[in-house]
């Protein structure tokens, strides 16, 4: 369902049949590509933009195989032929994994994409996997988030994460396609690959995957949002897994009942700096989700994607008490054989079966939309930052603050691994803790 395309790539030695544009979904044979001039006095692209390289078709290259521009500078920097954005070499020679975020605004997806790619660098060679920056250029805005919470030079003064902004350019890119201006997210890339200890690493060409992640803000998915959306969100379509992040703080029956003095209960504030926190009805973001899923791929109603939505719980340090099951440690364990560590998988889906009643009785609606709209469902908490923010005021605004040295996520990784270990094979073990109870109580 996930890892069954483009088989038959060979890493380094065969480029894919067609390659997807990661930008607009352009599907092109490799021969297409264009290439990104190289020389300062090549700027002004007639769709990219006037501050953009020009792009151009090859036809001189240098002994080491790389394109010369009108002034004869090699490049290596490629692009669509449709829309003229840039895309990574890695699209060339390895099957893509794409990723979609979904969250109402301040639902916490930055923070908690800030935990999951530093968790993910962190937990990923214990389970025998490399994961690295694929195109670092795209990945500058996720790089500063880990700097904020995880290298900080001032791990003890207060700090926070920049709200999503739909003209941020470091998150959002332009171009002219069909003589209208669109506009797209930036997919954020990463390379994920078995290493030489993977007991599987001599089919690492195969198995390797290039993870491309879209992160909008939140405002792009709300059923108000203007015509201009659709494009910035034609990823939804095309994701091999859906991330929805509900945020419990946002729904007054959660609020009602989660008894905690973190401050996005007691004092709701401007979400950076953008009025008041309103309590949104989160079913209507992920109906709104599932209208554009089936308008893309041209679906009725009544029929569901067969594709994983996995339902993120963010804020998990907030509510997690809620819960008759605990989600302090890790739902990783000792594998067996060749594995060093494997994904406790039956605890991961006891722990969704528990939140999906707690979220039946609390939020049936929204447990009825996910269930239209994909026959795969999960729900998995996440703690971003494993503790409470503190209200700071900061240019005659409050915000939520954050110090770096206090910052201990919970379960960041989870809603990808467990995907990977659950839907393609050989890549991650799945495992049960032995003589342990299965729901992590102690």
Known sequence: MIMDQNDRLEWGRKLVDKIICPNCWHLFSPDGLLFISKHPDLMGDPAAGENEPRRFEPYRFNLSGEALDEMGFATDRLACPRCRLGISEAMLTVAPLFISVVGSPASGKSYSLASMSWELRRILPQLCL???????????????????????????????????????????HTTILEGTQARFPVPMQFSLWPTPEHPRHKWASKMGRLVVMYDNAGEDFLPDADGSSLNVVQHLAKSHIILMFFDPTQDPRFRDECDSSDPQLTRSLASARHGPLTLLRQETLLQEAAVRIRRFLG????????????????????????????????????GVGQWRTAMNIRRVEQVSNKIRQLMSRLCPEFVATADNLSSAVRYIPVSALGTSPQVVERDGHQIYGIRPQDVK???????????????SRGLIAPGAAPNKREDGAT
């Open 130 to 172: 490399s994961f690295s920056d694929a195109d670092p250029a795209r990945n500058s805005a996720i790089h500063e988030y880990e700097q904020a919470l995880f290298l900080n030079a001032a791990p003890s003064e207060l700090t926070e994460i920049r709200k999503t902004q739909r003209d941020d350019p470091r998150l959002y």
């Open 299 to 334: 679906l009725t109603p009544d029929k569901r994607i067969d594709k994983p939505l996995i339902i993120v719980i963010s804020k998990a340090d907030i509510w997690a008490n809620m819960l008759d099951m605990a989600i302090d440690t890790e739902p990783y364990v000792p």
């Open 409 to 423: 996520p919970k379960w960041a990784t989870v809603p990808l691994l467990y995907c990977l270990c659950k839907w």
